[in-house]
């Protein structure tokens, strides 16, 4: 017997939309902190260096050869992927988050071929957005009975 997957539209709900959003926030800081501390072990000189490089990779001050800015946009796309993964995952729509992941890599894939510590870097931060969303995010999201609609 075939499963139907849940349709995305109507059939489900946020338990707890204050600590949904709180906890899509919390993630992404602690996301970008993971993805700013290994920027900065692969961009310091020295040891001694380590915090001050960590600190411009976090808050996207310019150095001298601007490799730091990114103006935030991960974190607020993040937001939004941390915002759509969860309830994606509930409804078993997992297709568009392969979709999505695929179009992300493609978009960038002759960068990466020569910097793979960059490509590294968004594999992880990838993964984690992944894990928060499947192990803790999803604990937020209810199916509804489209029949009790």
Not at 45 to 54: K, M, P, Q, T
Not at 78 to 84: C, K, M, Q, Y
Request: glycine share 2%; charged share 15%; with cysteine.
């Amino acid at each position: 017997m075939k499963e139907e997957a849940i349709s995305l539209i109507g059939t489900w709900q946020i338990k707890d939309t204050a600590a949904y959003l709180f906890s899509i926030v919390i993630a992404c800081l602690i996301i970008r902190i993971i993805i700013a501390a290994l920027k900065a072990m692969t961009s310091c000189r020295a040891f001694s260096d380590y915090f001050n490089e960590f600190w411009k990779c976090f808050s996207s001050i310019a150095s001298q050869d601007e490799s730091h800015i990114d103006y935030w946009h991960p974190f607020f796309l993040g937001i939004v992927e941390l915002s759509a993964y969860p309830v994606l995952m509930a409804t078993n729509h997992w297709s568009f988050i392969g979709a999505w992941l695929a179009f992300k890599t493609i978009a960038q894939w002759k960068t990466w071929v020569e910097k793979r510590t960059t490509f590294n870097r968004f594999l992880i931060g990838n993964a984690l957005a992944l894990f928060v969303s499947l192990l803790w995010l999803t604990h937020f999201v209810t199916i509804v009975d489209p029949a009790s609609v």
